[in-house]
């Protein structure tokens, strides 16, 4: 179990708690991965892959979650665009692939 960061003596120690935290983020980007996959099944043309209103949708509630939890919003805003549009690329990628 990694030190509370506020607990932390040694870059040791950050170094473990922010590995830990890099382990559990992978993960759960790769369940949001899955459903880009469940999106690209589900969706009835390819036209629909993006949706500029869910983007928006997205981003206004994380930096809502963000303000309510004390991530800066100069951290959460572009690392949530960029990750939305990896993951509209993969969707398309999906979509393609899957209606060969």
């Known amino acids: 179990m990694p030190v ?11 170094r473990d708690g922010v590995d830990a935290l ?3 983020l992978v ?8 459903y880009m996959e ?3 099944r589900i969706k009835p043309g390819r036209d629909t892959v993006r949706d500029d209103w869910r983007v928006n949708d997205v981003l206004t509630k994380v930096t ?7 991530l800066p ?8 665009r960029e990750l939305v549009e990896r993951s509209i690329q993969y ?3 999906v979509w393609d692939r899957t209606r060969v």
């Open 4 to 14: 509370a960061p506020e607990d932390c003596q040694t870059m040791a120690e950050v």
């Open 22 to 24: 890099d382990r559990q």
């Open 27 to 34: 993960a759960l980007i790769a369940e949001r991965a899955r």
């Open 38 to 40: 469940a999106a690209a």
């Open 64 to 70: 809502a979650e963000a303000e309510k939890t004390g």
């Open 73 to 80: 919003v100069s951290i959460a805003q572009p690392v949530w």
């Open 91 to 93: 969707e398309f990628e």
